[in-house]
């Protein structure tokens, strides 16, 4: 059965756009010695080949942004966002289709939660991507949305996800995760993003 997965990271957004062209080794260093500790945990589900990340990395703090490269550098955030951020948490989400909450999170009132959903961060692009629909697909949402999406999930009634199930990518099969998702831990890592004074940084990917 395919699954897609939710990554949370705390990040300085400012920060990630200055990577690139930044000439940062550190950086480099850094990311390449998450590989190291998180081999064995299972937490990384493609930046785990050394010999493939570096030069993409390299790419990235040299400038040197290739449009061309195969499934672009959104591969790499699940990387940088332990290498100079903070995991939030993770979610495991059974199936496809995900993308389908954005039409949910609509119909349910969350304008800043669905206009979330639906927008690919451009890193480490500055303006437009090559690929305006990337795998993984990475989500940032400003220190602006997340004050906008606390207020919204605060007064969201979850009760909802279950009633109006048949706005789900599986329907009532996909209730309890969609209404886990929105009533803890969106709420959760967004207060997480919002302590450190940092964007979060969400990240779909697995089978899409």
Do not use: C
């Amino acid at each position: 059965m395919a699954e897609q997965y939710l990554s949370a990271f705390a990040i300085d957004a400012d920060a990630f756009h200055v990577m690139a062209g930044s000439r940062d080794e550190a950086l480099v260093r850094t990311a390449l010695n998450v590989i190291v500790e998180q081999r064995d945990t299972g937490t990384l589900l493609r930046a785990t080949d050394a010999a493939e990340v570096e030069p993409a990395l390299r790419e990235i703090v040299a400038g040197r942004l290739d449009p061309s490269r195969p499934a672009g550098y959104t591969w790499l955030l699940e990387l940088l966002g332990r290498a100079a951020g903070d995991p939030l948490g993770s979610l495991v989400l059974p199936g496809r289709g995900w993308h389908a909450l954005e039409d949910a999170f609509g119909a349910w009132g969350l304008p800043t939660l669905a206009g979330l959903w639906g927008r690919a961060w451009t890193f480490p692009w500055h303006a437009a991507a090559p690929d305006d629909d990337p795998w993984p697909f990475p989500m940032l949402a400003s220190k602006a949305d997340l004050d906008r999406i606390r207020d919204e999930l605060g007064v969201f009634d979850t009760g909802r996800v279950h009633d109006e199930h048949d706005l789900l990518p599986d329907g009532d099969d996909d209730a309890e995760n969609t209404a886990h998702l929105v009533g803890d831990l969106l709420p959760a890592w967004v207060d997480g993003a919002r302590a450190r004074g940092r964007e979060l940084l969400l990240i779909r990917d697995g089978g899409r």
